[in-house]
């Protein structure tokens, strides 16, 4: 069973940064894909970062020039940097993976992050 745990999330000022770090309990390089959702209170649950095995990457358009997706396969692990934090970005984010779109993905548990007006 592949576990992803993710960490990083806490309280911020708008404009500040957080790093979310994912680590999977297996190597990364086997994923066809990594993606990093979040769901705001009250709200349904969203794509934020994908990123492909092969390179590709795709920001929602709400994070774009505010995002990065990374990912550092010696230690197994996703990123999610964010800058320039607005208050609408609070929501818990989750870390996604997937081995191909026959099988069933896997989930983290969650991080919250909260950003103070």
């Known amino acids: 069973q592949v576990q992803l745990v993710e960490s990083g999330g806490g309280l911020v000022q708008a404009g500040g940064s957080l790093r979310l770090s994912c680590a999977a309990s297996?190597?990364?390089?086997?994923?066809?894909?990594m993606e990093w959702y979040r769901q705001p209170p009250g709200k349904q649950r969203e794509l934020v970062a994908t990123?492909?095995?092969?390179?590709?990457?795709y920001y929602a358009v709400s994070v774009r020039g505010r995002f990065t997706i990374s990912r550092d396969n010696a230690k197994n692990t996703v990123y999610l940097q964010m800058n320039s934090l607005k208050p609408e970005d609070t929501a818990v984010y989750y870390c996604y993976a997937s081995d191909d779109p026959n099988t069933r993905p896997y989930w983290g548990q969650g991080t919250q992050v909260t950003v103070s007006s």
């Open positions: 990123r492909g095995n092969g390179g590709s990457i």
């Open positions: 297996r190597s990364i390089d086997s994923f066809n894909v």
